[in-house]
T-cell receptor, first 111, second 114 residues
Framework: SQQGEEDPQALSIQEGENATMNCSYK?????LQWYRQNSGRGLVHLIL?????REKHSGRLRVTLDTSKKSSSLLITASRAADTASYFC???????????FGQGTILTVHP | DAGVTQSPTHLIKTRGQQVTLRCSPK?????VSWYQQALGQGPQFIFQ???????QRGNFPDRFSGHQFPNYSSELNVNALLLGDSALYLC?????????????FGPGTRLTVL
């Protein structure tokens, strides 16, 4: 079963607006990662936040992690049409390298 | 610096056949993981190879097997194909620390089982 669960399943916004996606997971993690996927292609790594971190920034991306609530959020600021894609959170467990993905959020940014 | 490469890009097979998918990791990476992604779903972990051994396995039947070669490249084999095996198969490689870390994904192999 999927450990990471994203919310919402789909998000439609206008260019320039901010997009927020949420993710929940079930068990202990080493880290929480976010990936982007365009049109069923390979996944592109966006950002990784470790279990002892609470917030991390990378360009227009901001990720938060709340281990007490087992949840994370990804904020994309000043969105662009090129940000249109599916976004997945992936929980990195405490053993080896298995990533457990959620079902993803489909983001559509209208120009 | 080449990223993760996978071959073939697309593949069409019929039920009962066998298939082999190939993956070359990013330069400097020694750990390879395989994922299956059904349409509209998130990727599901199949297994991970490290030092030519299967180190961790997800909830997939024995029809799914793999191999890692001394040059760290890897193969995924699926026997007795079922219609439900139709999916995008993703390979990911990671740094040689053998711990949970950023994984770099290839473009995937789209398998269609008829």
């Amino acid at each position: 079963s999927q450990q990471g669960e994203e919310d919402p399943q789909a998000l439609s916004i206008q260019e320039g607006e901010n997009a927020t996606m949420n993710c929940s997971y079930k068990t202990s993690i080493n880290n929480l990662q976010w990936y982007r996927q365009n049109s069923g292609r390979g996944l592109v790594h966006l950002i990784l936040i470790r279990s002892n971190e609470r917030e991390k920034h990378s360009g227009r991306l901001r990720v938060t992690l709340d281990t007490s609530k087992k949840s994370s959020s990804l904020l994309i600021t000043a969105s662009r049409a090129a940000d249109t894609a599916s976004y997945f959170c992936a929980a990195g467990g405490t053993s080896y390298g298995k990533l457990t993905f959620g079902q993803g959020t489909i983001l559509t940014v209208h120009p | 610096d080449a990223g993760v490469t996978q071959s073939p890009t697309h593949l069409i097979k019929t039920r009962g056949q066998q298939v082999t998918l190939r993956c070359s990791p990013k330069s400097g990476h020694d750990t390879v993981s395989w994922y299956q992604q059904a349409l509209g779903q998130g990727p599901q972990f199949i297994f991970q190879y490290y030092e030519e051994e299967e180190r961790q396995r997800g909830n997939f039947p024995d029809r799914f097997s793999g191999h890692q070669f001394p040059n760290y490249s890897s193969e995924l084999n699926v026997n007795a194909l079922l219609l439900g095996d139709s999916a995008l198969y993703l390979c990911a490689s990671s740094l040689p620390r053998g711990t949970t870390d950023t994984q770099y994904f290839g473009p995937g192999t789209r398998l269609t089982v008829l």
